[in-house]
């Protein structure tokens, strides 16, 4: 055999194996020194994904980069493809609420118990579209702008969530969630 299988076709083989397999490569093609702390801070940055993703993204970071690289380096094409992802989700994410409020939204008839779940991520970009009676009785003009508001607050779920952590845990923190939990219906 000229070259061995790829890591994925190994069996027993896991991601922080992978991730020390490429170290080597990418120490060796980058004139790299490779130490155990080195290999440490890329293990916690990258074990928890799969070994097929890490595949192919040291594959395109040895293509692409001209300097040894860092995790997150190995990292942004995949952050790249979501982003691009994101808005296609949304646009499916507003037909589903459209096609909610056309099967289960009434002025006149609650919600009905066998109605599907909203998630909360959904509910707050419905909100901040005037909400399901609101989208449902829109004229078409008006849907236009209720869509836009829906698809925006939807994206930006993601980036309240990366930050909702930042602040440290204390009284401030503490007294915040309460006022939240309290504004919430």
């Not at 440490?40 to 970071?61: D, H, K, M, P, T």
């Not at 646009?91 to 459209?98: A, G, N, S, Y």
């Not at 702008?145 to 845990?169: N, Q, T």
Request: hydrophobic letters at 45%; charged letters at 25%; one cysteine or more.
């Amino acid at each position: 055999m000229i070259s061995q299988p790829r890591i994925s076709k190994r069996p027993g083989i896991q991601s922080s194996d992978a991730i020390r397999q490429f170290l080597v490569k990418a120490g060796e093609v980058y004139g790299r020194q490779i130490t155990a702390p080195l290999v440490s801070i890329w293990i916690e940055a990258l074990a928890s994904y799969r070994l097929e993703v890490l595949e192919g993204l040291f594959r395109q970071v040895v293509a692409n980069c001209k300097f040894f690289p860092t995790p997150a380096d190995v990292l942004e094409p995949m952050k790249k493809a979501e982003e691009a992802g994101a808005p296609l989700a949304a646009e499916k994410k507003w037909c589903d609420v459209l096609e909610f409020c056309r099967l289960f939204v009434s002025p006149d008839i609650p919600i009905p118990a066998r109605a599907p779940k909203i998630g909360e991520r959904t509910m707050t970009a419905i909100r901040a579209a005037g909400g399901l009676l609101w989208i449902e009785a829109c004229s078409r003009d008006d849907l236009v702008w209720a869509k836009k508001a829906f698809i925006e607050s939807y994206m930006a779920w993601d980036v309240f969530k990366r930050g909702e952590h930042l602040l440290p845990d204390g009284e401030a923190k503490k007294l915040l969630a309460e006022t939240a939990q309290r504004l919430v219906p």
